[in-house]
């Protein structure tokens, strides 16, 4: 029963997610001088282990599924929004030999940055990504709770146009959620400040392609 409704409410937000994109697409068209972009992408997500007191954490690699938006900002560089999901199970090898296993999980990926596209306007055109936002980690197993944490992507693609309105877009990410330790709040007479150290636990590789829709 716990699986049924986690699997309902993602579909609900999946549901939302569409909507506030085309939503978006509407209210920034009537200010952009150039066509926005709407996107649906379909691949193939590899994802890292995670090193823990008792082992490793294995995530199996699996499919993905994504949808975006890139909005004009300048002749060659696109703000973009995006949404991804992946399926993984997730098992527990013992430094002892016994591997266990914990779930099945769906890892979504929420970003915010700048596409770069040099060769704008023509057939053939490669880009350059970065973004930033976070990552949500849901297992079905009621057992356990999601986990949010902060990500960054790197990317690159090209995207292939099939006529004014309608192109082919492939692509390819390093994702890669971070985790935040050793915070530390200091006062002294000099003022006061916030030091965070960072380092990062799981890595993953997304390689996908799909179809945009200029409006």
Do not use: C
Not at 4 to 16: D, E, G, P, Q, V
Not at 23 to 29: E, G, I, P
Not at 88 to 114: C, K, R
């Amino acid at each position: 029963m716990k699986v049924r409704i986690m699997k309902s409410n993602f579909f609900k937000s999946l549901n939302t997610l569409i909507i506030a994109l085309l939503l978006s697409a509407l209210v920034f068209q009537t200010n952009a001088q150039k066509n926005i972009e709407i996107f649906g992408l379909a691949g193939y997500q590899l994802n890292g282990d995670v090193t823990v007191a008792r082992g490793e954490l294995k995530f199996d690699d699996g499919m993905s599924y994504g949808l975006g938006i890139d909005i004009p900002v300048d002749r060659y560089m696109q703000a973009e929004i995006s949404w991804s999901m992946a399926s993984s199970n997730v098992s527990l090898d013992e430094y002892l030999g016994t591997n266990i296993p914990i779930s099945d999980i769906y890892i979504h990926t929420f970003q915010a940055g700048a596409l770069v596209e040099p060769n704008k306007g023509k057939k053939v055109s490669p880009f350059g990504l970065f973004s930033l936002g976070a990552s949500l980690f849901t297992p079905t197993d009621g057992k356990y709770e999601d986990e949010w944490r902060f990500s960054i992507a790197l990317g690159g693609g090209v995207k292939v146009d099939l006529s004014d309105k309608v192109g082919l877009r492939f692509q390819g990410r390093l994702i890669i959620p971070m985790v935040f330790e050793g915070t530390s709040v200091y006062v002294g007479t000099g003022g006061a400040g916030v030091a965070v150290g960072a380092y990062t636990a799981f890595v993953e590789g997304d390689f996908s392609g799909g179809i945009f829709f200029r409006l």
